[in-house]
């Protein structure tokens, strides 16, 4: 029999994890698995880890608080030590249905590496559009990068082998769950997406309490990616936009020349050489990056 860790990463949410725990106990009841929940409390203050414990699950606490990326290697990491064969990982403020679990299971057993919940295919009760524009901006760069189409690269909702775990680790400090998706790809693996339900949250979320930083925060991480997984996109583009500068000063200081017959403007000669010399470097170094990551 096939054994599941239900992982939950938490952090001050003790008034909805016990609910979550409870649901989703109830539901691994009537699947033909063994099954452990494992909360992953990221330095609460407000009896998270006395709940999880209290609720039944295995819990483990981080001494602060670090954020999404290392709690989700923390996740990860004692997954592993445990010899379960599939990973799944829910929220714990209970906007995610835990009913919905056996349809990621069920993709696991058709085959798949790695299942993702899509909010946006199942139906979203509510979201910030500024969230959701943020979401749907970066599944369409997800989407560009692996030349695949992926509707919700954001969603926390998943599944995944053990397989999967021990062949891509988690590096990314900002873009775990995009990082998973794009090396999983890249590695040949398999990919499903399942349409799931996405709840109203109740309180104000915790991970996102300013819009405009998260849409500044969003966008970085967009051109993190593409720095980090299509370096010769971003250099190159980078590079030539430099180059085109330097290219149209030159042509300009040719024109003087040709029609005046000044030779002068030194300075701006010499700014031109260097604006021409650093578009290359730029180009080059994205050639040198594309041929690092493949």
Do not use: C
């Not at 039944?56 to 709690?71: C, D, F, M, S, V």
């Not at 998706?181 to 979320?205: G, H």
């Not at 021409?276 to 041929?291: K, P, R, S």
Request: aromatic share 10%; charged share 25%; no cysteine.
């Amino acid at each position: 029999m096939k054994r599941v860790t239900i992982s939950i990463p938490a952090y001050n949410e003790a008034a909805t994890l016990p609910e979550v725990i409870a649901k989703v106990k109830a539901v691994m009841k009537s699947q033909p698995y063994q099954s452990r929940i494992v909360v992953v409390d990221d330095g609460s203050n407000d009896g998270t880890f006395e709940g999880a414990k209290k609720a039944g699950a295995q819990a483990i606490r981080h001494p602060k608080n670090y954020g999404l990326a290392e709690t989700f290697r923390t996740e990860i990491k004692e997954f592993l030590k445990s010899g379960d064969d599939i990973f799944v990982h829910i929220d714990a403020d209970g906007q995610y249905n835990p009913a919905e679990i056996p349809k990621l299971l069920n993709e696991i057993k058709n085959g798949a590496d790695l299942v993702i919940g899509n909010r946006f295919a199942g139906g979203i009760e509510s979201m910030p559009w500024l969230k959701r524009m943020g979401n749907k901006a970066f599944s369409h760069t997800i989407s560009r990068i692996i030349k695949y189409k992926i509707g919700d690269a954001q969603s926390g909702f998943r599944a995944f082998t053990r397989e999967l775990a021990q062949t891509i680790p988690i590096t990314s400090t900002h873009t775990y769950t995009q990082e998973q998706i794009i090396r999983t790809v890249k590695e040949k693996l398999k990919v499903k997406e399942v349409p799931v339900y996405f709840k109203a949250r109740k309180d104000k979320s915790r991970l996102i309490s300013n819009p405009f930083e998260y849409a500044i925060k969003a966008w970085i991480n967009i051109i993190r990616i593409y720095r980090d997984y299509e370096p010769l996109k971003f250099f190159g583009r980078i590079g030539f936009f430099i180059l085109s500068i330097g290219f149209l000063i030159g042509i300009w200081l040719v024109y003087l020349l040709i029609t005046t017959g000044r030779i002068g403007h030194i300075p701006l000669t010499i700014f031109t050489i260097l604006l021409i010399m650093l578009g290359v470097q730029v180009i080059l170094f994205g050639f040198l990056a594309d041929m690092r990551i493949k």
